[in-house]
């Protein structure tokens, strides 16, 4: 049985665009419109179809397009991973959701040696058009082994492309990008933004998949963050302006690529950037973007580009201790204070 | 048995051959660089299987793949160019040994990662039943893939959704230098098809009539909508497992024992004695074959290296920091 359906989606295809949707709803309506228009496109996962997907996603398609486009697999991640590779190379668009990032481990390998390669070691004659969509990031007390974040590792593979949309509009627009890319895109999306709502228009047009956006404009420091993080940016912002102090918020979008003309564009104004990431410090994204900042920005900046992140420790069941583990807004307010000491 | 089919088995045996051979050579010489593996003593099982499937049907294989992809019309200047690393080869120097790809011939590689045909394999023969296509797909895999999660994990899925998949084991006894009763329980390999409810037989890799006959009959089921089918060869490897092994952990008289069941002499021997062929042709067979090998070498030697190191990595050139390419 599939749960009871939002009224937004209750009839898919049917439904008229609400004005604003949670993420799940955009992402559906994403997967709904591709497979309308191409046939080729297809969906392989844990309960992606009968039972609608753990966070609503496939929500309606196996309904609408049966069990061969809307796949439930058994729990072999790899396997369904690398049949989704298999797919792609005969000519499909199979869309792969993997039920978390924290069984993604169990797939890199279709990921990494299959997907991300087979283009290139083929001399560029065959090609892997693969979403792999799954959700990562710290929700609540799930313990370590279902609390964690996979930039870290998706980013630094040739032949990928990452994104990490944080709300419904970004969220529909770059699942329907990547659907009809014909590279390998992982979706990264992120398990507490779901049932977040936002504004929606399908008819809106894009940005390329790639490019950041500017959530704030300020004046006096960057604060440069995706998905959960964005939003504590914003609240950070919200709290400095009282002191008079303007941040400008940038929500990246992407991890792989990323638009450094905007960052670079935002730090020739605010001469201060912060960068502020839901996943452990020691050689995360963070420390990519910072350094790159650095290189490409270093007459803009008045001081070195800091990185608030997640603390070094496999995510702590309790919820006090998996609160403090995480950047809060406290930890940005602070950062942003001590950059200003820094720069006097 | 028709003429005509008898005088391909000999002709791809004999390239296989030789064309083995002559790698083997230029390895030695120093214009193959990194891992190669060799296939003389499997030779009947890539060309009797490839011979009973349809130039339609696809191919998956492993890293020890230049006679599938020989056998499937792969030219074989174009894969010796690729042992070289020279641009005019099949994958355009990028893949290498391991790494031969050939679209138009539908052979999807050339896999390294030991485990990974079984789940290429039942993603194309998903993508082939979803639209109700007729085609098989060929899955080569060695006897020490069949411990690798992916192939039950592949397996159960192929046969949950009867995909048209044949998956061939090369059961060449060895995982490197590990005799299969150390690291198989179950050392008969297509027993564990069972497992799954998958049909399978074993048949001596060794007979290229046997694999050939073996071959057409599991196709036809598959081809019947049964879904996937479990072929085992019982097959050797006359070299160790590659360049860089000598293979001293077998003993003298398991190697000969083999060696006298001998696929290409014992077809030629059979071939002759039934009529299928005469002496002249097999001269003849030799002959071009000396010549095919020659040229595939000279093309290779003399064919240019790729420039381009950051071709084809995406569909177009992506530049990481989000400037304009
Ligand atoms: C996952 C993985 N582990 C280990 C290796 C190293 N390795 C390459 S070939 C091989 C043995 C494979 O034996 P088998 O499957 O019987 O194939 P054969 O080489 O005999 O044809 C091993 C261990 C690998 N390539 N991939
Ligand atoms: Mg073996």
Redesign the interface.
Known sequence: MTRQRNDNVGAIGTARPAPELEVWQALNIALDRAMERDSGVFILGEDVGLFGGSYRVTQGLYAKYGEWRVRDTPISENSFVGMGVGAALAGGRPVVEIMTVNFALLALDSIINMAAKLRYMSGGQLQVPLVVRMPGGVARQLGAQHSQRLEHTLINVPGLRVVVPATAQDSYWQLSQAIVADDPIVVLEHEFLYFTKGPFDAAAAPPPMHAAAVRREGRDVTLIAWQRMVSECMNAAAQLSARGIEAEVIDLRSLRPIDLPLLRASVAKTHHAIVVEEDCRFGGAGAEIAATLAEASYPDLRAAVRRVAASDVPTPYNLELERASIPRTQNILDAVEELAGSTG | MQRKLAWQFLYDMTLARQFEQAAAEQYTQGNIGGFLHLYPGEEAVAVASLHAAEASD?V?STYREHVHALVRGVRPAAVMAELFGKAT???????GSM?L???EHRF????A?VG?T?????????????NDLTHVVLCYFGDGAVNQ??FH??L??AA??KLPVLFVCENNRYQIGTEIHRHSAVPEVYRRASAYGIDSRRVDGMDVVAVYEATRAALQHVRAGNGPYLLECETYRYRGHSMADSGAYRSALELAELRARDPLDGFRERALAEGWLVAADCDEIDSEIDRVVADAVRFAADSPQ?TDLG?????EP??????RP
Do not use: K, Q
């Open positions: 696809y998956v080869g099949c994958s355009g120097g990028y893949g790494h790809y050939d679209a999807l590689g050339g896999y990662i990974e079984f789940a290429i394999a039942a993603g194309v023969g998903y993508w082939l039943r979803m999660g992916t994990e592949s159960n899925m949950l959704w790729p071709a084809s990595v995406y569909r992506l530049d990481l920091y989000g400037g």
